[in-house]
T-cell receptor, first 112, second 113 residues
Framework: NAGVTQTPKFQVLKTGQSMTLQCAQD?????MSWYRQDPGMGLRLIHY???????DQGEVPNGYNVSRSTTEDFPLRLLSAAPSQTSVYFC???????????FGSGTRLTVV | QQQVKQSPQSLIVQKGGIPIINCAYE??????FPWYQQFPGKGPALLIA?????SEKKEGRFTISFNKSAKQFSLHIMDSQPGDSATYFC????????????FGKGTKLTVNP
């Protein structure tokens, strides 16, 4: 099925470890974003991209890196995991703003 | 600085009631206002969206009302059903440029049978 695919669905990391959250879409969307969702905080934008090779910071970018080498993939890297990065992470993509964003099913990350 | 303020945080209604969720924004450059619905364990899904050139938009039982002068917009759910129980997020973005989408903090709606 077409859509946004996120892997893994669940992950437990130790403080200081690094990892990459994967995001892929097969809808040929130019716009892709990463959000984190925390209780009572809504969805906060981490990084976003308006096309291959173009990325920019969102509201809460510290501790995260992204790259966009292809239209389909937009991985999110945690450089040195901290307990404050325990959250649910959502990747989303859009053809343009008139059609809204399609979200993946999320990655639940726990940093101990 | 929160760009989109959403209220209430939680809402409980009886089946058939009309829950209303409100959002306010500051940035007058915003020109796209979607609402997303999220069920537990799932990602948000686009429900309905409005642009500032109209004051109201209906899709099925869901209606967005938009007040440009007050910089406010709201979601009404007519004849609410237990299956509407979910968290609802308002959001805003502006056309052109980066088209970042910023979200409110969400409203947890419970519709009792």
């Amino acid at each position: 099925n077409a859509g946004v695919t996120q892997t893994p669905k669940f992950q437990v990391l130790k403080t200081g470890q690094s990892m990459t959250l994967q995001c892929a879409q097969d809808m040929n969307h130019e716009y892709m974003s990463w959000y984190r969702q925390d209780p009572g905080m809504g969805l906060r934008l981490i990084h976003y991209s308006v096309g291959a090779g173009i990325t920019d910071q969102g509201e809460v970018p510290n501790g995260y890196n992204v790259s966009r080498s292809t239209t389909e993939d937009f991985p999110l890297r945690l450089l040195s995991a901290a307990p404050s990065q325990t959250s649910v992470y959502f990747c989303a993509s859009s053809f343009d703003s008139r059609r809204g964003y399609t979200f993946g099913s999320g990655t639940r990350l726990t940093v101990v | 600085q929160q760009q989109v303020k959403q209220s209430p945080q939680s809402l409980i209604v009886q089946k058939g009631g009309i829950p209303i969720i409100n959002c306010a924004y500051e940035n007058t450059a915003f020109d796209y206002f979607p609402w997303y619905q999220q069920f537990p364990g799932k990602g948000p899904a686009l429900l309905i969206a409005i642009r500032p050139d109209v004051s109201e938009k209906k899709e099925g039982r869901f209606t967005i009302s938009f007040n440009k002068s007050a910089k406010q917009f709201s979601l009404h759910i007519m004849d609410s059903q237990p299956g509407d129980s979910a968290t609802y997020f308002c959001a805003a973005s502006k056309m052109g440029g980066s088209e970042k989408l910023v979200f409110g903090k969400g409203t947890k709606l419970t519709v009792n049978p």
